[in-house]
């Protein structure tokens, strides 16, 4: 049976008991992929299958949640995107971070305010070392963790749909011209 996975609809999703979908064709849907909260499953000529109702990003958005906002936006900035990823499997030092930002290299007080803000919303912690001169290290929390999974599949997203992308932006510039 063919099967994929796909995010939450406005239209039609149902928890599994009511659409009366077996263990077995739920089992049969995820055997590839892990069915996780907010997709659903599309089984061929069944209604859409989710493991629990929940809300679509398109409700929460339109609900005016200004803590969601800020969120999405710290999370969505270049910066934090990166430290986040080299961030990843270790505890950096701020030059070392600062290092290995890429070719153009991120300024001191950006890195430094993208840390804060970091720090501030609970994603990375800070600690001072008491040496000469003094260190101080970045990592992870469990809250960055957390979301590390879901800013690398963003980043394999966008590089799996580059290509599409600059196709798409080709197109349309050449049409506005």
Known sequence: MEHRLRPLSRRGVLTAAAAGVTTAALAACTKEKVLVPGYVCILPRMTQVTTEPRETGTELCEQG???IRSVLERIG????VVVICKLADTTRGFNEL???S?????T????SATLRRLER???VTRTVRNTKPPRVDYALTPRGLSLLGIVQSLARWAED???G???SRTTFDAEQA
């Open 98 to 100: 600062r290092r290995l």
């Open 108 to 111: 001191q007080r950006m890195l």
């Open 165 to 167: 992308i600059l196709d």
């Open 102 to 106: 890429g070719p153009s290299p991120i």
């Open 121 to 123: 919303d609970g994603l």
């Open 65 to 67: 949640h200004d803590l």
């Open 161 to 163: 749909n580059s290509g």
């Open 77 to 80: 900035d270049k910066w934090s």
